[in-house]
């Protein structure tokens, strides 16, 4: 069973800023290599598994990644928390806020929002 205690198992504590960093770890949590197409992955591969303890690993491994995005998002939004408008549409990041305010939204650096396809 899982616990959750509401503290990242590796604390993220940013203290300078930084949108355009955040603009190319925003494809870490959506993009098509990202965390989040991981674990859908895991999660996926393990009903192909011959035995029960091949779809448990991949079933531990598919959440693991889940939870990747939790630490992920943080890193994105500490890095730009409190930057201004101007300093979000100078790292290429305007149209990204625009759309969906200070959200973490799983896209990729390129800005195309995360797909299964």
Not at 46 to 66: H, Y
Request: charged fraction near 20%.
């Amino acid at each position: 069973m899982w616990t959750y205690n509401k503290v990242l198992e590796y604390p993220i504590n940013i203290k300078c800023p930084n949108a355009k960093l955040a603009k190319f770890i925003i494809s870490q949590y959506g993009g098509p290599d990202g965390e989040l197409a991981a674990s859908l992955r895991y999660l996926s591969q393990k009903f192909a598994m011959p035995d029960q303890t091949s779809k448990a690993i991949l079933n531990d491994i598919g959440t693991e990644e889940l939870a990747h995005l939790e630490m992920v998002g943080t890193i994105v939004h500490q890095l730009t928390e409190g930057l201004s408008i101007e300093e979000i549409k100078e790292a290429g990041l305007g149209e990204y806020y625009t759309d969906r305010g200070v959200d973490v939204y799983p896209q990729s650096a390129a800005g195309v929002p995360f797909t299964a396809a």
